[in-house]
């Protein structure tokens, strides 16, 4: 069975400073798909980005990088000279590359709260 | 660009009434997944639809049910509407097989009183 996990339930930083965000997987299948969202307060579910299982080069979009660690089971997401508005949940996903439906199994998600 | 619209933003109910909510995926986008998302937890998936006909079942209570309809939009209906059933349901679209990358909704918050 899929399973996403991520151990911090909630983290608070400073303005400016580094944060990172941790998710741990569990799938059988050899080829699969993993997902960050965001979730600000105002609720809705933003898309982050995206990672096949044969792609493990880590990735960065401007404040945002993320490192993917097939060794480990670990899809981790950092946040650099984090902002205010970088407060939000953060949710990591999975889904299977086989079949048409291919929904999501979520983490519990990580509340990242950036103070001023 | 276009995004995901679903309606309504809010319903408010008591229980053992019935609701409707409705989806309506970006253009082209041929899947629609539906989750339901508890204070404090996690999106639960509930069902999609891909090309109009049922694609994936998940932890959808018998009480709901969805179809996608000849123009992609899809709705879900809740009958017998109990407190437990108080949430945010998010509608998500996506290319299908093509490209799996799931583009959410805002949401509609459900309040069962």
């Known amino acids: 069975a899929q399973k996403v996990t991520q151990a911090q339930t909630e983290i608070s930083v400073v303005e400016k400073e580094d944060v990172t965000l941790d998710c741990v997987y569990e799938t059988r299948d050899t080829t699969y798909y993993l997902f960050w969202y965001k979730q600000p307060p105002s609720g809705e579910l933003v898309f982050l980005i995206r990672r096949n299982s044969f792609d493990e080069q880590n990735e960065i979009s401007g404040r945002y990088s993320w490192n993917f660690q097939k060794s480990t089971s670990s899809f981790n997401f950092t946040i650099t000279a984090s902002q205010v508005v970088d407060s939000a949940v953060y949710f990591c996903a999975l889904s299977e590359a086989e079949g048409y439906g291919q929904n999501f199994v979520f983490g519990p998600g990580t509340r990242l709260s950036v103070l001023p | 660009a276009a995004g995901v619209i679903q309606s309504p933003r809010h319903l408010i109910k008591e229980k053992r009434e019935t609701a409707t909510l409705k989806c309506y995926p970006i253009?082209?986008?041929?899947?629609v997944y539906w989750y339901q998302q508890g204070p404090g937890q996690d999106p639960q998936f509930l069902i999609s639809?891909?090309?109009?006909?049922?694609?994936d079942k998940g932890s959808i209570p018998d009480r709901f049910s969805a179809q996608q309809f000849s123009d992609y939009h899809s709705e879900l209906n809740m009958s017998s509407l109990e407190l437990g059933d108080s949430a945010l349901y998010f509608c998500?679209?996506?290319?299908?097989?093509?490209?799996?990358?799931?583009?959410f909704g805002a949401g509609t918050r459900l309040s069962v009183l």
């Open positions: 253009p082209r986008h041929d899947t």
């Open positions: 639809f891909y090309e109009k006909m049922q694609s």
């Open positions: 998500a679209s996506s290319l299908g097989r093509q490209d799996n990358i799931q583009y």
